[in-house]
């Protein structure tokens, strides 16, 4: 079945330095991918999407590129500040009818000032 | 627009009793699903409906676990008689609908289940 691995946390940073998430994953067909934030008490809110190979997906300073040869869709910010802090979920929604969202383990960041 | 609302945020119940779980997804929205998102993990699918169908229980408990959505609205997620390891957050989602490209899935807060 389809699966998402994501890079183990938690990661913390000092503000303003560079972030990479790494994320693989397996699926059949031609999954979309997606970068979910959990921010703390909040709901899991959408940071950014692709739905094709080579599209980059971006939103608030994140980018992501959908990488079909590597399987990954790793998550990069060039400058993360001490609002980014949040868990941080790669996901895969399959092909099919269905569109279920398959999540990773999730990744704790904390930017620290 | 308002979000994906759930009640109630937080619940400590003793194992072998039961508990139900609520969710109203985003007006218009006719797919709703339920996940449960244990400590550490990332959120797993229990089950899927479209309007008052289920498309997908396949992760569902069924010996525990019951979903409903009578009205294709709101849904009710109960567990009878829970266990120790149902210890976990559940949350509701929601989107347009199915065969629809691009189609964005919007959480509720979740409720945070404690089964002592």
């Known amino acids: 079945g389809d699966s998402v691995t994501q890079m183990e946390g938690p990661v913390t940073l000092s503000e303003e330095a560079f972030l990479t998430i790494n994320c693989t994953y397996t699926?059949?067909?031609?999954?979309?991918l997606f970068w979910y934030v959990q921010y703390p008490g909040e709901g899991l809110q959408l940071l950014l999407k692709a739905t094709k190979a080579d599209d980059k997906g971006s939103n608030k300073g994140f980018e992501a590129t959908y990488r079909k040869e590597t399987t990954s869709f790793h998550l990069e910010k060039g400058s993360v500040q001490v609002s980014d802090s949040a868990v941080y979920f790669c996901a895969l929604s399959d092909s099919g009818s269905a569109r279920q969202l398959t999540f990773g383990s999730g990744t704790q960041l904390t930017v620290l000032p | 627009e308002a979000g994906v609302a759930q009640s109630p945020r937080y619940k400590i119940i003793e194992k072998r009793q039961s508990v139900a779980f609520w969710c109203n997804p985003i007006?218009?929205?006719?797919?709703l699903y339920w996940y449960q998102q244990i400590l550490g993990q990332g959120p797993k699918l229990l089950i899927q409906?479209?309007?008052?169908?289920?498309v997908d229980d396949s992760q569902l408990p069924k010996d525990r676990f019951s979903a409903e959505r009578l009205k294709g609205v709101d849904s009710t997620l109960k567990i009878q008689p829970a266990k120790l390891e149902d210890s976990a957050v559940y949350l509701c989602?929601?989107?347009w609908g199915q065969g629809l490209t691009n189609t964005e899935a919007f959480f509720g807060q979740g409720t945070r289940l404690t089964v002592v």
């Open positions: 007006s218009g929205h006719a797919t």
């Open positions: 699926a059949t067909g031609y999954p979309s």
């Open positions: 409906f479209q309007n008052n169908g289920v």
């Open positions: 989602a929601s989107s």
